[in-house]
């Protein structure tokens, strides 16, 4: 994914608005630390390191972007890493190009999700190029048409700040609305981004909690482990996860989107 620190560095002055009991308890779970996202931009050597020595248990690949992108080692990536044992996911980057529907139709028939992949919709905004970064009604189309294709609904990667509406980043572009509840983003399960010690859930889940952490980036140390985050065996320039469950949570919920 692209670098979020200009995005997620605005989310340090605001304040941190207090969870639900409901949502306290459920992100009280444990954390699991076993799941990376890379891209083409990720230098992979051993996929089987990853697991043996890392204990990473789940890889999330980028697979497109927009209505016309497609990584060209998504597929490599695949075999290599199902060969190890290792859960595979696939994640769209969304852009305001292409509707909802055209990107959710690029992403299915490149990335080929089987009833085992993991999909996700990274909806932020566009470090590179601002003003084309996916708006909520593109986002809500675009798992409308996931859900209509796969029966699951995707996992949707964002932060609060993005996700509520509030100026980010340089620019201090926003989404231009929120995401509230009544949205069908809010059906689907929360991959949160921020970079804290403890992170700010955005409005529409905050009575659910997230899924998962990415607590880390690629060029960032992580707010809860340091520097220790960057290591994983076999692998260079990953983005690290925690997930909020245990490895059989976490297989199941990779697997049936439930835990």
């Known amino acids: 994914m692209l670098t979020r620190r200009l995005f997620l560095g605005g989310l340090a002055g605001s304040l941190l608005l207090p969870e639900t009991a409901f949502a306290k308890k459920r992100n009280s779970r444990e954390r699991l630390d076993a799941v990376i996202d890379i891209s083409h931009n990720s230098n992979v050597r051993d996929f089987a390191l990853a697991k043996s020595k890392s204990n990473i248990v789940g890889v999330i690949h980028k697979a497109t972007e927009g209505g016309d992108w497609k990584d060209p080692v998504y597929h490599k990536r695949r075999t290599q890493a199902e060969a190890a044992g290792l859960l595979w996911g696939a994640y769209h980057f969304g852009t305001r190009q292409y509707s909802g529907d055209q990107q959710a139709a690029l992403f299915l028939a490149y990335a080929k999700p089987g009833p085992h992949t993991l999909i996700a919709l990274d909806f932020e905004q566009n470090d590179g190029n601002p ?24 996992v949707i990667y964002t932060n609060a700040s993005w996700a509520d509406g509030k100026p980010v980043g340089g620019s201090a572009r926003s989404l231009g609305t929120s995401v509230t509840e009544k949205s069908v983003l809010a059906l689907c399960p929360l991959w949160l981004a921020d970079y804290r010690s403890e992170p700010q859930v955005p409005r529409a889940w905050r009575g659910k909690g997230w ?9 960032d140390d992580g707010g809860p482990r340091g520097h220790r985050a960057r290591g994983v065996w076999g692998i260079e320039t990953c983005d690290r996860n925690f997930f909020r469950g245990d490895k059989s949570d976490l297989e ?8």
Do not use: C
Not at 132 to 153: C, P, W, Y
Not at 211 to 219: L, M, N, V
Not at 252 to 259: D, E
């Open 131 to 154: 003003g084309n970064s996916m708006r909520l009604k593109q986002a809500e189309d675009f798992v409308k048409a996931i859900h209509a294709a796969t029966g699951r609904f995707p």
């Open 252 to 259: 199941k919920f990779w697997k049936t989107g439930s835990v």
């Open 211 to 219: 899924h998962f952490w990415q607590y880390a980036g690629d060029t």
